[in-house]
């Protein structure tokens, strides 16, 4: 009996349980024994010049060891100028320089509230916060260009020698022919809203140089990735820089390498010979860390009066925030993704992408998916309810069918696998939808204050967007028969540990206790990619298991040689470990003992997977709300969801998943939104307004199983620690929606808070009377 | 997140309480459960150069049985009051609307006091007290003076205390029926301070968040003594109010709230008689 | 000043800033540094322990109120022979956590909501953590371990 497929619990909880976890701010490392702590003084304005730094009193102030700003950064290579034609290009990563660049340390200007300005390195942080507050800066405010229409109108520009706040624009939706002989046409803009993604530990570094060499501690999601930045900025040879990922409190796509802020800090620590420690606070996370989603979209759907869509067209404008890191890649996804799960003839995608001044946008769970499958379900609902017919129905009148697959999309993906019919009557079956559907129309009938809504999403979605940078995996059987695995991955919660400990038991036979899983130092795995995208197991995972069956092919050479036997008369017992010649029990050789013999070559292998293809992940979420007509409240009663992501190795894990992909979808659906005032202020910069999803705020979830493998991958896996968010969101927002429906209401923008709902409920009744 | 430098004494007595408020002047702070004045020291926004910590003050910490009222140590914490069995019996509208403050850690450290002399008209307690015609206990130098509730609330983060004076108890007439009551705290999330709240007992009706103070709903509760219905007399629910416009809602959705609010809590505190 | 907590049964003696707030005494002085810190607004609840047996954020009180006074944190759940705490086995049986950030505060306010409700129903443990946030669990599997824990917790506190 196989291990993989049964429920393990982690083997990482012990230590996390008694003793906690080891984040940056937790290291007790001999190297940083002296650390001096880094504090930030940061642009209070939205957009201005700066016209004057004075750091006379700070320098002064108890316990500060240095102050920095741009001008002491003389020992870096500055960026080239911009050159005329340096563009941002859709899907490209951003030039280095050129005329949207981002500096590490504001240099004249700052364009947005946060960005850094310059640093404070005291002997300890309470120091930090009483010095930092000393240095003055002179700004000169400009205009603050907010939200997308005042960026796309308004000459004020972010960059001198730009055209425009439009630093990318993409595909043309001018085309109103795809929806001749349409039966019903709809048409909406939806607003897909900044959100921040707020992992429980924010961004921390620490770093130190000497003789030469920088080892830099950061909070991480690819070490490997990091250095290779890291090399590029300070002019260090990759060979001269050691990055350590220690534990990581969470990232959802916002600690993809590191961001200027981390830098600074091994600059800081290179420029002053003194090992730093950087541990933001919750305040400069909010609006420090890369915010998410932030996009504006319009909708247009056709189709025929009996539910078959026809035509649908996608327009997307995407606030990037101050500069564009992430060029038009988010975007790019989006409109990959337009068509979801359905067949639909006719698609026309176009983005454009703008700043603003306001925190810089990245990837947040999910990375432009959940704003695809938002953008389309939005509009399946509306056109369900343009030509009366159920949502559902709808739904499975046009989702692709199984023996479709391989399916390319009109936008250019290529689904490999699905049976997304299945997952929609799973789903509407394990709700009892018709029960709820009664029930509704009940409460209508009585007129209740309290009104139910059901919402669904059905949704596909890409996991190993960037499959061809692979993943590696080292695996080295020891002399004493335990192993080690030295993976490129990059867990911050995902229980990696758990699960390539459970690959090599169930190829090789060796106990998950015997196996140690390393991962996140570049000096112990120097080529490695991370832990995004949800690429993990099916790049990092299998490179583990073939890693595990090259060891295996190796072993049976040596134990060949041990038993005077041939290979193939040769047999690994995998439920004890055991090589023997088949049937004969008592020749049984331990991996120790094979290891052993196999000399000084030992049993290693190393392994990079990257397959050709990404894979796709599908399912349906159904969600029940009940809202409270009088006063707008939204309640999240249930929300049942299949989410098929191929093979399950441990569903202990793949459940974890789920359960906090669905808790932020929910919270994008209901509460969350990152808001500025017209002049850039941050409104939601504490926690005590960013309205964060809490326990009480959710149902338990149900979540129903579904397994339909890839044949992209060995293992048939294919990622699930997005799904759950880009599913739940427009299920959510759906529902809400159809509770108040019968009162008039046709859209209600995310999130759907009291005030937005009963906006929307007071609107539709005043018109509904005139 | 960290406050900005400031010296702390601890008191042992109410006299060395005071005391020590004198000899400070305006640039000390009482501090009790600390949960109001912390987080602001947190963010910078207060910055006391001393803190009297009372924390110690168990003299200040109780529910008493008076007779016809009821005796409340300002330094009894929300949590306490939501256990209190004789709140229970007498006056379960505030071991309710105590159970409802913030969360269970919070519960365990602020106190009554804390509440109520850092004013929060978003606050939950001052309406409360508000609504119980409490009288509120102030020492000072002086000696002892009592202040009604309906004077307490000044303004914004006001109250009619003086520098250098300790609210010390809280006295509250018995209501009777003890069980007329309602309390309806709208939020957007459990943890949130309310959006708006409303709290009845019996005739009358204060609301939380309609104001730079707790608000009585006058119009309401005269249209109670006039014989209205409970729709009818929530419909005055808004009148001499001034509610906030913030990031969860406006002026004109905070007043239909208040009516929709007042409305529910009279039905819920009629039927509980 | 010179402030003295008992944390974890010892005695930590230290002269610290006035304005040292209690994680800092925990996590910088008596050296535990598994309660964290997750925001600065009392919001996340990440720093919770125990203070004179009852749940507490500890980034909201200052080391000087908890002088004199006992400290339970999460490295002090175990019981004499080392094995761990009814709540903390829960989380482990039930993956109630993923990045472990949160989960020193989060045991530590489950420890204390059991022990004031020992037979709490699920609305009422959801109710209770309405001060602890988590981004990674959804707090599915949180609750599961909560409820799943109290009968052997109520044992192990009569015991």
Redesign the interface.
């Known amino acids: 009996m196989s291990i993989l497929g049964t429920r393990v619990?982690?083997t990482?909880?012990?230590r996390?349980?008694?003793?906690?976890?080891?984040?940056v701010?937790?290291l007790?490392v001999p190297e940083l024994t002296d650390a001096a702590r880094v504090t930030f003084v940061r642009s209070p304005i939205g957009h201005a010049r700066i016209t004057g730094i004075d750091t006379t009193a700070a320098r002064e102030a108890p316990g500060v060891v240095a102050v920095l700003t741009i001008q002491d950064m003389d020992d870096l290579v500055p960026p080239p100028p911009p050159e005329p034609g340096s563009e941002v290009i859709e899907g490209a990563p951003l030039p280095i320089g050129g005329l949207w660049s981002e500096p590490l340390l504001a240099v004249d200007r700052v364009r947005y509230v946060g960005e850094p300005v310059a640093m404070v390195l005291t002997n300890d942080?309470?120091q930090g916060?009483?010095a930092a507050?000393l240095v003055s800066v002179d700004y000169e405010p400009l205009p603050a260009v907010i939200g997308i229409g005042t960026a796309l109108e308004t000459e004020t520009l972010l960059f001198e020698s730009t055209e425009s706040n439009c630093c990318v624009a993409s595909g043309e939706v001018t085309d109103d022919a795809i929806f001749d002989g349409c039966d019903a046409v709809i048409k909406q803009t939806i607003v897909n809203q900044r959100l921040a993604p707020?992992?429980?530990?924010g961004r921390a570094a620490a770093a130190v140089f000497s003789d030469g060499k920088l080892t830099y501690w950061v909070s991480t999601q690819n070490a490997q990735i990091t250095r290779f930045i890291l090399s590029g900025v300070l002019g260090l040879d990759p060979g001269a820089i050691r990055v350590i990922a220690p534990?990581?409190?969470?990232g959802?796509g916002a600690k993809v390498g590191a961001d200027r802020d981390a830098l600074l800090v091994a600059w800081a620590a290179r420029k002053t010979g003194r090992p730093l420690r950087w541990v933001e606070?919750?305040?400069e996370n909010l609006v420090g860390m890369t915010h998410g989603r932030a996009q504006e979209q319009t909708v247009t759907m056709g189709g025929t009066s009996d539910g078959r869509i026809l035509a649908y067209r996608l327009d997307v404008v995407q606030d990037t925030g101050a500069y564009p890191r992430m060029s038009g890649f988010l975007p790019f996804l989006t409109k990959l993704m337009a068509v979801g799960p359905y067949d639909i003839p006719n698609v026309q995608t176009a983005s454009r992408v703008v700043v603003t001044n306001t925190t810089p946008i990245s990837a947040y769970r999910g990375a432009g998916r959940p704003e695809a499958t938002a953008a389309i379900e939005r509009a399946i609902d509306l056109f369900a309810a343009e030509i009366g017919m159920d949502p559902a129905e709808v739904r499975r009148k046009n989702l692709i069918a199984p023996d479709k697959f391989p399916y390319t999309t009109p936008t250019g993906a290529t689904y490999d696998s699905g049976d997304y019919a299945t997952a929609l009557d799973k789903v509407l079956a394990a709700a009892g939808y018709g029960e709820l559907r009664a029930e509704q129309a009940r409460r209508r009938e009585r007129g209740d204050v309290v009104q139910l809504g059901l919402g669904l999403a059905s949704y596909v979605e890409i996991t190993a967007a960037d499959a061809a940078a692979g993943e590696t995996a080292r695996l080295e059987v020891h002399d004493d028969g335990k192993a080690t695995v030295y993976t490129g991955s990059s867990a911050?919660?995902?229980?990696h540990h758990t699960a390539w400990a459970m690959l090599v038991e169930a190829d090789l036979g060796i106990p998950m206790a015997d196996v140690t899983v390393i991962h996140g130092d570049t000096d112990l795995i120097p080529d490695g990619v991370g832990t995004y995208a949800s690429r993990s197991l099916q790049l990092g995972g299998v490179a583990v298991h073939q890693a595990a069956l090259d060891v295996k092919d190796q072993a049976r050479r040596v134990a060949a040689d041990m038993l005077e036997a041939a290979e193939d008369d040769l047999e690994l017992n995998t439920e004890n470990g055991s090589w023997q010649v088949r049937g004969d029990p008592a020749t049984g050789r331990s991996w120790g003992d094979v290891a052993t013999h196999a000399g000084e070559d030992g049993l290693v292998a190393f392994v990079r997977f990257a397959p050709g293809a990404p894979t796709f992940p599908f399912g349906t979420h159904l969600a029940a709300v009940e809202v409270d007509t009088?006063?707008g409240?939204v309640q999240l009663t249930r929300h049942v969801t299949a989410d098929d992501a191929g093979t399950v190795i441990n569903p202990?894990?793949a459940?974890?998943q789920?359960?906090?992909?669905?808790?932020?979808g929910v919270a994008q659906a209901l509460?969350e939104e990152f808001?500025y005032d017209a002049d850039g202020n941050p409104?939601?910069g504490?926690?005590?307004?960013y309205?964060?999803?809490?326990?009480?705020?959710?149902p338990?979830?149900e979540l129903l199983q579904s397994e339909t493998p890839t044949n992209i991958n060995p293992l048939g896996a294919k990622g699930i620690g997005e799904a759950?968010t880009i599913g739940a969101t427009p299920a959510v927002q759906n529902a809400v929606v159809d509770a108040v429906s019968h009162l008039g209401v046709t859209h209600i923008d995310m999130p759907t808070?009291?005030?937005r709902v009963?906006?929307a409920v007071s609107a539709a009744r005043e018109s509904g009377e005139n | 997140?960290?406050p900005?430098?400031f010296t702390y004494k601890r008191a042992w007595s109410v006299d060395e309480a005071l005391d020590l408020a004198v000899q400070n002047g305006e640039e000390a702070k009482f501090l009790a459960g600390g949960h109001s004045l912390l987080p602001l020291m947190k963010?910078?926004l207060a910055v006391p150069e001393v803190l009297i910590d009372i924390g110690r003050l168990g003299e200040l910490s109780y529910v008493r049985d008076d007779d016809s009222q009821i005796l409340v140590g300002a330094l009894t914490t929300y949590d306490e009051l939501a256990r209190s069995s004789l709140l229970a019996g007498e006056l379960p509208l505030l071991a309710h609307a105590a159970s409802r403050v913030g969360d269970p850690q919070i519960r365990h450290r602020g106190t009554i006091g804390g509440s109520l002399v850092h004013a929060d008209p978003a606050a939950d307690l001052p309406a409360v007290v508000l609504a119980l015609d409490a009288t509120l206990i102030a020492r000072g130098p002086g000696g002892s003076r009592e202040i009604g509730a309906g004077e307490f609330f000044r303004g914004l983060f006001e109250t009619a205390l003086q520098p250098g004076e300790l609210l010390t108890e809280i006295r509250i007439p018995k209501p009777r029926p003890a069980s007329e009551w309602s309390f309806q705290k709208?939020t957007?999330?459990?943890?949130?301070w309310a959006?708006v709240g409303v709290v009845v007992q019996g005739g009358r009706v204060a609301l939380v968040n309609m104001g730079q103070t707790p608000v009585r709903a006058s119009g309401v509760e005269e249209a109670l003594a006039a014989g209205a219905g409970t729709r009818d007399a929530a419909a005055h629910a808004a009148e001499g109010t001034s509610p906030p416009t913030d990031?969860?809602?406006?002026g004109r959705?905070r007043e239909?709230?208040a009516r929709?609010?007042v409305a529910r809590a009279l039905e819920e505190s009629a039927a509980r008689t | 000043m010179k402030v003295t907590v008992t944390v974890n049964g010892s005695q930590i003696e230290a002269d610290v800033?006035d304005?040292?707030l209690l994680v800092h005494f925990l996590?910088d002085v008596a050296?535990l540094?598994?309660?964290?810190?997750?925001?600065?607004?009392t919001?996340?609840g990440?720093c919770t322990v125990l203070l004179d047996g009852r749940s507490v954020k500890s980034c909201t009180v200052l080391a000087a109120q908890a002088d004199g006074r006992d400290v339970v944190t999460?490295?002090g759940?175990?019981d004499g022979s080392g094995a761990?705490h009814p709540v903390?086995r829960a989380?482990?049986?039930e993956?109630g956590?993923?990045?472990?950030?949160?989960?020193?505060g989060m045991?530590m306010a489950a420890v204390s909501l059991l022990d004031e409700n020992p037979s709490p129903t699920?609305e009422e443990?959801?109710?209770a953590?309405?001060?602890?946030?988590?981004?990674?669990?959804?707090?599915?599997?949180?609750?599961?371990a909560i409820l799943s824990a109290a009968p052997a917790a109520s044992e192990r506190r009569s015991s």
Not at chain 1, 686 to 689: I, K, M, Q, S, V
Not at chain 3, 129 to 144: A, D, F, K, S
Request: with cysteine.
């Open positions: 619990v982690r990482e909880d012990p996390l349980l008694t003793a906690g976890g080891t984040y701010d937790d007790r942080s309470y916060e009483d507050e707020m992992p429980m530990e534990d990581v409190g969470g959802f606070t919750r305040s911050h919660g995902q229980g009088e006063t409240k202990v894990l459940e974890g789920r359960h906090g992909g669905i808790a932020q509460l808001i409104l939601t504490t926690l005590a307004d309205a964060a999803i809490s326990a009480a705020e959710l338990s979830f759950g808070t009291p005030a009963w906006a | 997140m960290i900005a430098p963010l910078r709208f957007k999330r459990a943890i949130d959006i990031i969860n809602a406006d959705y239909h709230l929709v609010l | 800033p304005r040292t996590r050296n540094t598994a309660t964290n810190v997750g925001c600065d607004t919001s996340c990440a999460v490295e759940l175990a761990m903390q989380f482990q049986a993956h956590l993923q990045c472990g950030f949160c989960t020193p045991v699920e443990v959801r109710s953590l309405e001060g602890n946030l988590c981004r990674c669990t959804g707090y599915h599997n949180i609750v599961r």
